[in-house]
């Protein structure tokens, strides 16, 4: 799984879980796969990339 793959997944948590907006992506990690978001543990350095970009693109798809 790619960054790009990742982004709908965490763009979907953060809008539920607005709280998760501020963890680090080694906590996001566990939290992605806990909630079935993606079947197995992705390196961080993904998970990095994916929250790079869905927190500079935050204000865009939050109010849709």
Do not use: K
Request: contains cysteine.
């Amino acid at each position: 799984m790619n960054s790009a793959q990742l982004l709908p997944a965490i763009h979907d948590l953060y809008g539920r879980l607005p709280e998760t907006y501020h963890l680090q992506p080694w906590e996001l990690q566990w939290m992605l796969c806990a909630l079935n978001y993606i079947d197995e543990l992705e390196d961080e350095a993904v998970i990095a990339a994916a929250v790079e970009v869905a927190r500079s693109d935050w204000p865009q798809w939050r109010a849709a």
